[in-house]
């Protein structure tokens, strides 16, 4: 159980979730240029969005400095306010 804690309070969770959201974008972006999936429209913004909550929750857990953190923060609320304007005018 301590490995599990070392890992979780050690920021590798964090890392391992933003791997795979890189991950999912290639699978999605190779996806949409083969011409079987959605368009980036559809899930481009709620991917960054959450990447940058998760590197925020990084940032935190290294006691990076707060205008780091905050510009995170700051980025994926423009992330998610992307979101909803193609929702709204799409």
Do not use: K, N, T
């Amino acid at each position: 159980m301590a490995a599990l804690d070392d890992f979780l309070r050690g920021g590798h969770a964090a890392e391992l979730i933003l791997l795979l959201v890189f991950c999912e974008l290639l699978f999605l972006s190779f996806r949409y240029i083969r011409g079987v999936g959605a368009p980036p429209q559809r899930w481009l913004s709620p991917l960054l969005a959450g990447a940058f909550l998760v590197l925020a929750l990084r940032l935190a857990q290294s006691d990076a400095p707060g205008e780091l953190l905050g510009l995170a923060l700051a980025a994926a609320g423009v992330a998610h306010l992307m979101g909803y304007a193609s929702r709204w005018h799409g």
